[in-house]
């Protein structure tokens, strides 16, 4: 079945350190590749996408992720956590003009 | 600055009862979109429009019900059918259905049920 699956519901990190988060998908064609961020209460603001080209793309706020093929993976990373970066995390996959969103990553952030 | 506004930030439905949500945009977008958020679920989508009086059936539409007869307002009613309304509702838009990329939420509407 085709799905977006993100194993991890809950990640607790320690500010100043390396945060991954994880994103599977299971899709014939390669789709396009979303991550999104929510503050609670609050709507989803786009941090970086992939569509084609260099697999290691970046975006706001000092995010990055790398798509792997043959994974089937598009992981988020951060080199350093602040603690604005409490949060939940959700990755996306575009296909035939349709959004499917895995159930989300909630990020603590401790002191 | 343009945004989608949904309002109210928080709603209460009683037994039986029609509620409705309201979404607009001024981003002049053509898509529009409605999405159910529960906790460890993710989105899901109730109900698209990609133009002015047309909008098509999402994966969870029982229960709902929407209208597009304005290009910037696209208002979803949880209606009596369905049994348990209570979740986090984003609405959603995009200049295009094609243009994913470019999908822009508004900050969503908690409904509650008394």
């Known amino acids: 079945a085709q799905s977006v699956t993100q194993p991890d519901i809950h990640i607790t990190v320690s500010e100043g350190a390396s945060l991954e988060l994880r994103c599977n998908y299971s899709?014939?064609?390669?789709?396009?590749l979303f991550w999104y961020v929510q503050s609670p209460g609050q709507g989803l603001q786009l941090l970086l996408k992939?569509?084609?080209?260099?697999?290691l793309v970046q975006g706001i706020k000092g995010f990055e992720a790398e798509f792997k093929r043959s994974q089937s993976s598009f992981n988020l990373r951060k080199p350093s956590v602040h603690w604005s970066d409490a949060a939940e995390y959700f990755c996306?996959?575009?296909?035939?003009?349709?959004?499917?969103f895995g159930a989300g990553t909630r990020l603590t952030v401790k002191p | 600055d343009g945004g989608i506004t949904q309002s109210p930030k928080y709603l209460f439905r009683k037994e039986g009862q029609n509620v409705t949500l309201s979404c607009e945009q001024n981003?002049?977008?053509?898509?529009m979109y409605w999405y159910r958020q529960d906790p460890g679920q993710g989105l899901r989508l109730i109900y698209y429009?990609?133009?002015?009086?047309?909008?098509q059936k999402g994966d969870i539409a029982e229960g709902y019900s929407v209208s597009r007869e304005k290009k910037e307002s696209f208002p979803l009613t949880v209606t009596s059918a369905q049994k348990n309304p209570t979740a986090f509702y984003l609405c959603?838009?995009?200049?295009?259905?094609?243009?994913?990329?470019?999908?822009?939420f508004g900050s969503g509407t908690q409904l509650s049920v008394l």
């Open positions: 981003l002049n977008h053509d898509a």
């Open positions: 996306a996959v575009g296909v035939n003009n349709d959004m499917r």
């Open positions: 899709y014939g064609a390669t789709p396009y």
């Open positions: 429009s990609q133009i002015v009086n047309d909008f």
């Open positions: 959603a838009s995009s200049p295009t259905q094609v243009e994913l990329e470019k999908l822009f």
């Open positions: 992939y569509f084609s080209g260099d697999t």
